[in-house]
């Protein structure tokens, strides 16, 4: 049985009076990958804001191996160090590599020494074949390979 990374229970969140989400349920194990698919204006964004702490859920809980962190007294950093959020919209340093977009990040937020986010950022640049294009300037790969990168 895989552990339970995420799970989110009855999340509920209003702008006023409009109800955007309501009742909303699931569950991300480890090793899964999940796709979140609706019309425009179903509340797909304003979820994926809950869950990443952008916006405050009206209801629910969201556990993070177990801990509500939807709750008060949250380090919303610290949380966020750990789930990340790939927006439609995003933007790549232009004047550095593919290598560096993904170290700068690693080194800036994380803390961590330029060879780690080196060794960190190869890894993952191989297990989305975009190891070749290390040393490209954005302007030089096609959009998808810039979500990718990114």
């Given amino acids: 049985m895989s552990e339970n990374i995420l799970e989110i229970r009855h999340l509920g969140k209003s702008f006023g009076t409009h109800e955007v989400l309501r009742d909303i349920d699931f569950t991300v194990k480890k090793g899964d990958v999940i796709s979140i698919i609706g019309a425009s204006g179903s509340g797909k964004s304003t979820l ?3 869950v990443n702490l952008l ?5 629910g809980q969201i556990l993070y191996h177990g801990t509500d962190v939807a709750g008060r007294g949250v ?3 610290e949380y ?3 789930v990340g959020m790939m927006f439609q919209s995003f933007n790549l340093f232009n004047n550095m590599s593919v290598l560096k977009n993904c ?3 690693q080194m800036k937020v994380l803390k961590r020494s330029k060879e780690e986010a080196r060794q960190q950022a190869l890894k993952y640049l191989e297990k989305v074949g975009m190891a070749p ?4 300037k954005p302007r030089q790969i096609s959009g998808g390979q ?3 990168v990114a």
């Fill in 48 to 50: 994926l804001r809950c």
């Fill in 55 to 59: 916006e405050t859920p009206s209801s």
């Fill in 75 to 77: 380090n919303a950093p």
């Fill in 80 to 82: 966020r160090s750990h």
């Fill in 103 to 105: 170290m700068v990040g």
């Fill in 133 to 136: 294009y290390i040393n490209a």
């Fill in 146 to 148: 810039k979500q990718r």
